[in-house]
């Protein structure tokens, strides 16, 4: 069993910054891809960033420019450093973990954490 553990989400006033942290609970797991989705009120749960175990990084339009995200691979931590916030970014922000053990894929999904921008 994986778990992923989140921190780092809060409240913030628009043009404010957060950075979030999530750590794989097994540091010797090969994990292809980590990331983050978001979910609003309301509305579907999006993809925000990923990043594959190449660093190779992948972002959603809406934050280009003011969100980076980035992985230790030794740890199985991910990041994402949120600048310039916007009260649009508000949501309940998810860490994600794509795995294969044997061939067999595996999703891994963090309990979640608030992320509130005040404007």
């Known amino acids: 069993q994986v778990q992923l553990v989140e921190s780092g989400g809060g409240l913030v006033q628009a043009g404010g910054s957060l950075r979030l942290s999530c750590a794989a609970s097994?540091?010797?797991?090969?994990?292809?891809?980590m990331g983050w989705y978001r979910q609003a009120p309301g509305k579907q749960r999006e993809l925000v960033a990923s990043?594959?175990?190449?660093?190779?990084?992948n972002y959603v339009d809406s934050v280009k420019g003011r969100f980076t995200i980035s992985r230790d691979n030794a740890q199985n931590t991910v990041y994402l450093q949120m600048n310039s916030l916007k009260p649009d970014d508000t949501a309940v922000y998810y860490c994600?973990?794509?795995?294969?053990?044997?061939?067999?894929?595996?999703?891994?999904w963090g309990q979640g954490t608030q992320v509130t921008v005040s404007s």
């Open positions: 994600h973990a794509e795995a294969v053990i044997f061939g067999i894929r595996y999703d891994y």
């Open positions: 990043v594959t175990s190449g660093s190779s990084t």
């Open positions: 097994r540091r010797r797991l090969r994990i292809n891809v």
